[in-house]
């Protein structure tokens, strides 16, 4: 099935939730060895308390890459497990590089037997490292989300630049709708190419919401970065343009949770307290989108 | 030893070659296995043709990540062999992360055991993105390059926008020089902060070495890509500034070329035809630098 369409589906069982898998070893609880054993045994820990409420789960390959080659097979294995639990797996690696080399990563994480359903990419150079990815999404149903306007601080340094009578970010905007026009899923007309839009500008989401119509965003920012889930519904579209069968209030979008969550307690409890952390923030995204279920 | 400092040493023990280690399955020469354990027989025998010729070997990790974790254990058994050697090992990843994500990018390839000298990095986030990789170069002797100017076709789709007077690579570049400034090594005046700068694209190349005198370059675009011997050359400085010991003709550069040496025969002549082509590079390079040895 289309990214974009399976996204949804996946979403109406659940909720609009990403949770960012950070297993930062200083960060795991109490009784996880902070090794890729342990890595793997908390981010597997964090999946089954979340999977009843989230519609996916973010692992970040930094985390995995810093305990070297045992960190990524430790990956593999979290994604594996996450696919098995049907949740969408996006991995965030920010990936780019051009033409056979951007075919290699396309084909490392969003190949035909990939546990993995999405993969972040960053777009500084240009639609040579973009093309590649989506004939794999295309031809493998898989999806790409493309850096457009970060959560962090210093996003703006590149990001804000004026050019012409726009910033850099809202260009890239508008070469990224072009780039998803290509790719829309029949239920949702929604692209398998998604951008990155932070949460925490919230003013510029609502903008960037109508320069890209036909994109999934995905927004970081929420919890431990700062923005709520008032900040977070600008990136929302008010329903499927296509779609009149499935309108639930606001969709289009995945709020990405890390820390929040998975280190909701360093106790014994942490667990439990993950899921409750999600359940939470699940309630109070549902309750400012209008979605009934 | 202060990268660049280190850098310039090997330079002089060889040429400012980096040979580019892209081992793509499907190019493997005759008598060479289509897997992991090819992957390396292959790296290491190109690395031993080259090793009296070139300073750097640049590792991409995309080659090995599509090889999944058997692939990431080969990587770091490159690394280390090239180490050995006295090579100096840039690991071309492209990554790019904030906060603590990208402090664990910084400890998976720059911390202080790795046999890894330098790591390329992607700008689009902004100083959080450059900072963390910055601690590590200063504390555990290591270097980045940055992506300002790329060698491929549509890099010019976000790096060339104007904003105000300039492009936004130029105004990327000063970003670059300002990072660049609190590291500089003794011997050369050069700082572990690099940039990634296209040979493909010699006259902006020029304009970019004004603009960050203080920044070692790796200069793509060589032999495949089309740039020649004599595009390279305002990549390069006229001599260290402040090490009049030093004077050799040019430099502050490597000049980065991968399928043009690695894959020069696909017979089982390869590992003579890589050495070969290095050293065709080194003297093409050397004439036009004006360097004598």
């Known amino acids: 099935m289309h990214y974009a369409d399976a996204l949804e589906e996946r979403i109406r069982k659940t909720s609009p939730i990403c949770v960012g898998l950070d297993p930062a070893l200083k960060n795991l609880p109490e009784g996880i060895t902070k090794d890729a054993a342990g890595t793997l045994e908390f981010s597997k820990g964090i999946i089954d308390a979340v999977k009843g409420t989230a519609a996916a789960v973010k692992p970040q390959l930094a985390y995995f890459e810093v305990l070297g080659w045992q960190g990524m097979k430790v990956f593999f294995e979290v994604c594996e497990y996450a696919k098995k639990q049907e949740l969408i797996v996006i991995a965030d690696g920010k990936r780019n590089d051009i033409g056979p080399t951007c075919e290699a990563y396309a084909d490392a994480y969003l190949g035909a037997g990939s546990p993995i359903d999405a993969l972040t990419v960053s777009p500084y150079l240009g639609s040579d490292s973009i093309k590649p990815f989506i004939a794999r999404c295309e031809k493998n149903d898989k999806g790409i989300y493309i850096l457009v306007k970060t959560s962090n601080p210093s996003s703006g340094e590149l990001q804000d630049l004026p050019t012409g ?51 999934p965003f995905l927004l970081p920012g929420y919890g431990a970065q700062g923005a709520g889930a008032r900040d977070c519904v600008p990136g929302f579209l008010a329903e499927h343009s296509t779609s009149s069968s499935w309108p639930r209030g606001k969709t289009g979008a995945l709020v990405v949770a890390a820390r929040s969550i998975i280190f909701a307690s ?28």
């Open 165 to 215: 009578d726009e910033a850099v970010h809202e260009h890239l905007a508008q070469l990224v709708e072009s780039w998803a026009a290509s790719g829309l899923g029949q239920a949702t007309n929604l692209s398998f190419v998604g951008a990155v839009t932070g949460a925490t500008y919230s003013e510029e989401l609502k903008y960037l919401r109508t320069l890209m119509p036909h994109v």
């Open 266 to 293: 360093s106790g014994s409890d942490w667990r439990e307290a993950a899921g409750k952390a999600a359940e939470k923030m699940a309630e109070e995204l549902k309750k400012e989108l209008k979605i009934k279920n």
